[in-house]
């Protein structure tokens, strides 16, 4: 005999959170999260003390998945900084051209949040990692000002994906890949 298990409250409500976050915005209103989530009000409240709480658990988890999927792109194209490096605008292209892109979870809400809000803290851990990440493999390629250099190649990204939720037949991850190739050097 085989059990299944139902996720809990605190499950359906990240779960509907990450959806309904990237589809609307992280101004989606309480009620359609309750709603999707199959959950009483109190849940919320128990569970993250909040509509804030929840956003900012939300965008913790996708920041680690975020973070892992970064590294098997790079992981995937072998020993290579440089093409650890290009290997990531490949990806995003491909990502970009997914049918429910909507752009970048961190940058939408970045700008949409007030300035108080305890989610900042959490993109801002997320952009310093990727940077660290970016910064590693040019280090380990020799480039001269790595750090700079990083934050370049975390423009392009971010530019990318701006452009990619308005305009992805434009192919703006091939386009940054050409930039970077140049930030990158060689």
Known sequence: MTTRTVPGPR???LAAAKELTYEQGVSVGVDALLKRA???RRSLYEHFGGKD????????VSADEDEAAYRRA???AGDDPRGRLLAIFDWLDGVIQEPDFRGCRYLAAELA???DHPAHAVTRRYRERVHDLLATELRALGHPRPDPAAAQLF???DGALAVGATRPAAHPAAAARQLADHVIGG
């Open 74 to 76: 790079m992981l995937a």
């Open 38 to 40: 199959n959950v009483a």
């Open 113 to 115: 949040l007030a300035p």
């Open 11 to 13: 499950e359906r409500l």
């Open 53 to 60: 709480g929840l956003i900012t658990e939300v965008l913790r």
């Open 155 to 157: 423009l392009l990204i």
